[in-house]
């Protein structure tokens, strides 16, 4: 069952305590497999997208690898994407592990305004974000202690502006941003094959959703809704049955078309729309870490648009509440669907 509490608390990255949960700050350990990323999405009223994903990682040869990816969609479909990794010394992490420096690319969540950046004059791309975190710091308690996430913000305002070469000028823009953060002692692909993650991208109420099926086929999941930060429901009480996409669009990657929600307190459909992108995440790992983690790894990642209703069941003196809205899916899987999972709800 889930839990939470509405305060994050400072932690160094490297202290040996046991990790507080809701920490923003780095929690990755020695272990010679152990990885963490944060992962953002971002929705804008004038129809740009971004996704981006902060990785540090044990995994290959040395330890403490840090890659930045970005997805920018602007309103007529076009992707751009962009990347920085570096080795061990040559990035920066804050004392306090809140603020990573990867190259060109920069998320600072120290302070009351937090900063996502990326400039970089050779490549012709400066966009610059800010928002104060209002929460929610949630989490869900796994089975297993060797992969953890906490929804560190879903749905909170945030603005920026946006500089591509080839414009006349920058544009600025506001939206919301929701943000992860997971870490694992385990290579990920051991841990699990697929992950499916939607959030809302309107106004109060906000929902999230999470579905983690490990390679054994076991799945765990986790559901919240908010308002304004505070934790209206959070619970992992429910069923989740993903109804298959058009035969055609299934492939190794299958993006469920449904996504339908069945519990003593709340019930729902997220529906999938239209996909933004889809990249290959290995391309921005740096070689020779690439070489060898593809003998175990092929993974796939997209980002989709999505719409939801979502209802709150009447309790005792309380009437049913009804939200509807839109959001965006994204699915990551580390490794093709095996036959033994051929069913997406299985």
Request: glycine share 8%; aromatic share 8%; hydrophobic share 35%.
């Amino acid at each position: 069952m889930a839990r939470a509490f509405a305060v994050a608390v400072s932690l160094a990255p490297l202290a040996a305590m046991a990790v507080v949960r809701g920490d923003r700050s780095s929690h990755l350990s020695d272990g010679d497999s152990a990885s963490e990323y944060w992962d953002i999405v971002a929705h804008f009223d004038s129809n740009h997208h971004l996704f981006a994903r902060f990785l540090i990682t044990n995994e290959g040869p040395g330890d403490r690898t840090a890659i930045a990816t970005w997805q920018l969609i602007d309103p007529n479909g076009k992707r751009t994407e962009f990347r920085n990794g570096r080795r061990k010394k040559r990035w920066t992490l804050s004392p306090d592990g809140d603020s990573i420096r990867i190259g060109s690319s920069l998320f600072d969540q120290s302070g009351s305004v937090h900063r996502l950046e990326y400039d970089s004059t050779k490549r012709g791309i400066r966009v610059a974000f800010q928002y104060s975190p209002r929460g929610p710091v949630g989490w869900v308690d796994a089975a297993s202690d060797r992969y953890s996430f906490d929804l560190l913000e879903l749905a909170t305002p945030v603005t920026g502006t946006i500089w591509l070469k080839g414009m006349s000028a920058t544009a600025s823009v506001s939206g919301t941003i929701s943000i992860t953060h997971t870490w694992m002692e385990k290579s990920e692909a051991d841990l699990t094959l697929r992950r499916i993650d939607f959030s809302s991208t309107g106004s109060d109420p906000s929902v999230y959703l999470s579905d983690r099926t490990a390679p054994s086929g076991e799945r765990e999941r986790w559901l919240v809704v908010a308002r304004d930060g505070e934790l209206l429901v959070q619970t992992a009480d429910f069923q989740l049955a993903l109804a298959d996409p058009p035969r055609h669009e299934r492939g190794d990657y299958p993006t469920p078309s449904e996504l339908r929600i069945s519990g003593p307190q709340i019930e729902g459909t997220i529906w999938s729309g239209s996909t933004l992108a889809e990249i290959d995440p290995l391309r921005a790992i740096p070689q020779p870490f690439r070489f060898l983690l593809s003998f175990k790894l092929r993974p796939h990642q997209a980002w989709a648009r999505a719409s939801f209703e979502v209802r709150l069941l009447p309790k005792q003196g309380t009437p049913e509440i009804v939200l509807k809205g839109s959001g965006i899916t994204t699915i990551t899987y580390t490794n093709p669907l095996p036959p033994k999972v051929t069913r997406l709800g299985n």
